[in-house]
């Protein structure tokens, strides 16, 4: 589940259109009414990135979907509202299969700091 709730978080198509991971939280938490956990993340981006949806670059606090992963979420959310991923993204990530597992080194405290960062946005 949560896999299908940061795929549906993620923003941009591309590096330079992703979302940093402080925007990332704010959109999952926008979605879910709740803030993901560092391990819910470094869990499920790179499974999104094993599976060529999405593509992650740590060092520069970039997320996004790749060409794949954005069709894909443009077709099984069309006409959906934002709460539409949890009757749709989940089935549609589960018929890839197994996810594949991997790592995401994020820098020490960039979890930390991008939680605090969106709690106290103005």
């Known amino acids: 589940m949560s896999d299908a709730w940061i795929f549906a978080s993620l923003g941009g198509v591309g590096r330079r259109d992703g979302f940093s991971l402080q925007l ?3 959109a999952a938490d926008g979605i879910n ?3 993901l956990t560092e391990e819910e993340f ?3 981006v790179p499974r999104l990135v ?3 949806l ?3 670059d740590p060092a520069a606090d970039r997320y996004w979907h790749t060409d794949a992963g954005h069709s894909l979420y443009q077709r099984t959310m069309k006409g959906r509202g934002l709460f539409g991923w949890m ?4 089935p549609a990530l589960e018929e890839l299969g197994p996810p594949v597992d991997g790592p995401l080194p994020l820098p020490p405290g960039a979890f930390e700091r991008a939680v605090a960062a969106y709690l106290t946005k103005p």
Not at 87 to 90: P, S, T
């Open 24 to 26: 990332v939280i704010a």
């Open 33 to 35: 009414h709740a803030i």
């Open 42 to 44: 470094v869990r499920g």
């Open 50 to 52: 094993a599976a060529e």
């Open 54 to 56: 999405a593509g992650a």
């Open 87 to 90: 009757d749709v993204i989940l």
